[in-house]
């Protein structure tokens, strides 16, 4: 009766280690990420073109504590991103153990590939997504009114579409899991795929936070593109679990 309590006992300790691992490799990461925040901030002001088309071409604040708060936002969310291959590493150190070797080598090769697909997908958002969203937002009715731009609200809409490309970018891997497990039936992605036209607008629009689509179609089309891809590595995983 007592071992499994010492087994339980040596979990615990062994997820406590793990997790105090990875919030000193976060804070160390935020701490550094919060020196450069400047440079950080000037990074993400790119899509918007520096805001050269606005007055004095910088976005503003209009709280007492909105600037650091966004810079304090900014640098958490940087230095999570930097920390991520350590926070994965020790994810993959405390449930390897539990695993097949089969298993583990399926671990060992998604967290690469997910963080890839991730970086991708962010990166779409940075270079293609972002300038059009932002020259819209920025030129609309801007012969009756002059836009003043809240560097918070800038941030904000900028992190979050970032962060959505970056899922959906993870879609191809997903579904291909999904299949090589058994869980999901290639034919069911084939026969739906009008549905998925119709979602992929339905994301654009829900993603992008304007109506212009131009844009909404900019972000569906590479969901279309990858839902196809997601088929094709589907069923490529689906044959190989047959096989095995």
Not at 132 to 142: D, Q
Not at 198 to 224: K, M, S
Request: hydrophobic share 50%; proline share 6%.
């Amino acid at each position: 009766m007592e071992k499994p309590d010492l087994n339980i006992r040596g979990h615990l300790l062994e997820l406590r280690k793990r997790l105090m691992y990875c919030a000193i490799s976060i804070l160390i990461c935020t701490i550094v990420a919060f020196v450069f925040h400047q440079q950080i901030l000037e990074i993400m002001m790119g899509p918007a073109g520096k805001f050269s088309g606005i007055p004095n071409s910088k976005p503003i604040y209009t709280e007492l504590t909105e600037f650091i708060g966004i810079a304090t936002k900014a640098s958490l969310l940087v230095g999570l991103f930097f920390s991520l291959p350590f926070v994965l590493f020790q994810i993959v150190l405390f449930v390897s153990p539990g695993l097949t070797k089969k298993e583990r080598r399926y671990l060992y090769a998604i967290v690469p590939i997910g963080t890839i697909a991730f970086i991708i997908g962010a990166s779409f958002g940075y270079f293609v997504l972002l300038p059009p969203v932002v020259k819209f937002l920025t030129t609309f009715g801007s012969d009756i009114a002059e836009p003043l731009i809240r560097i918070g609200n800038y941030v904000n809409l900028m992190l979050t579409l970032l962060f959505w490309m970056g899922m959906v970018f993870e879609m191809p891997l997903v579904f291909t899991l999904l299949a090589k497990i058994g869980v999901l039936n290639p034919k069911i992605l084939s026969s739906n795929r009008r549905y998925a036209i119709v979602i992929a607008f339905v994301l654009g629009a829900i993603i992008t936070p304007t109506f212009d689509p131009i844009n909404q179609t900019i972000v569906a089309l590479p969901i279309i593109c990858l839902y196809e891809i997601s088929i094709w590595m589907s069923k490529l995983a689906y044959s190989k679990k047959s096989i095995d």
